[in-house]
């Protein structure tokens, strides 16, 4: 599995290869799209607001997983020294932050027709909002520390700081009392979103997952040939 | 194996993690008060220092029956099922409060038991249904 993601394998993925990937991506988007703005069904309680969810959802998925990633990349680099899991990080990174951002300005968006306000500072929005910093952060330091080894130590520490925030997160809606509604799907019991509304929201989380995975492919590639480059200049 | 260097910084590693962890858990003992969003009748009930001159915010269940409209004011019960707070309210409230839902106020307990706010939030569930399937529900009830 892990060889797959060798540098190697990366950097015979062509064009043709993000343009499939490209179409598969819209055509599941767009199938999603319409399941979830026309055929699912309003809420009972919230009317079409809850259209929302089916993009606030899958980003916070993504912006959750990705930092999660970030974070074991960090782990071990930090222990083992493997020269992939940096750059891996690093490519994955700024798709977290867009999917933090996109998560977090859709949920003022639905806060404001449900709740009543924008934004409140109950346990999980901020949590989240520290989530959204720890991405600049870790972003900025490989953009403005110009020594190699140097950034990533300290973008490792930062990973790995920022991934214990995660779990905080997940569970910030059962630890204290939050204005943020408990998690409707969880491992241990049935979803408590009704089917209807549970098809769409799968369809989206899949095709924004292949949206970040083109994404994070596209970056990676980019990331192993400029440190190729980069070593091929510290031999001359 | 493990490379004794390995091992050093897989040590390394975990102590940073441990200490961290330490300070992150002396950081959300130190702002619990903070972190909680709002407190609920009972927690307020159990409360030996309350002051009353300070915004806070209560959370709970609308009781049912309990909603009184008067012109522009409004009052209702919040209960936890087991401790209940009278708020008294004039101006807005959010589409989505109603009965038997979540509600969130902001403003100052008078003592106890009364409580008057100046903005009221309404907290939503997990569930998710389309309106036909509560109906469905509702009906089978009966």
Known sequence: MLKKFFPNKILSLNNNFFTVLAVVMIFIIIIGLINALIIS????????????????????????????????????????????????????????????????????????????????????????????????????????????????????????????????????????????????????????????????LAIMLIGLIIYSLMIFLMKYKTEIIKFKLSKKNKGK | MISRKVKSRIFVTILFLVLVLVLILFFFRSLEENIVYFLSPTEINNKESISFNKTIRIGGLVKKNSIIKKNNSINFIITDLNNEIIVSYSGSIPNLFSEEKGVVAEGKLQDKKYFIAEKILAKHDENYMPPEVIKALKESEY
């Open chain 1, 41 to 200: 069904p309003p809420d009972a309680v919230q009317g079409n607001s809850v259209r929302i969810m089916y993009v606030h959802v899958p980003s916070s998925f993504i912006a959750l997983a990705c930092f999660g990633f970030i974070g074991i990349a960090s782990i071990s680099t930090l222990i083992f020294k493997i020269k992939i899991f940096p750059l891996m990080a690093k490519s994955i990174a700024p798709v977290g932050l867009v999917f933090c951002l996109v998560s977090i300005v859709t949920g003022s968006l639905w806060g404001k027709p449900t709740w009543g306000i924008f934004w409140a500072w109950d346990a999980r929005l901020t949590s989240m909002l520290i989530l959204l910093f720890f991405y600049i952060a870790y972003i900025s330091i490989w953009k403005f520390v110009e020594n190699y080894e140097k950034a990533n130590k300290i973008s490792s520490l930062v990973g790995v700081i920022g991934s214990l925030n995660l779990p905080v997160i997940k569970y910030s809606v059962d630890w204290w009392n939050t204005l943020h509604q408990p998690s409707s799907i969880t491992l241990t019991s049935a979803p408590a979103i009704h089917y209807t509304m549970l098809i769409p």
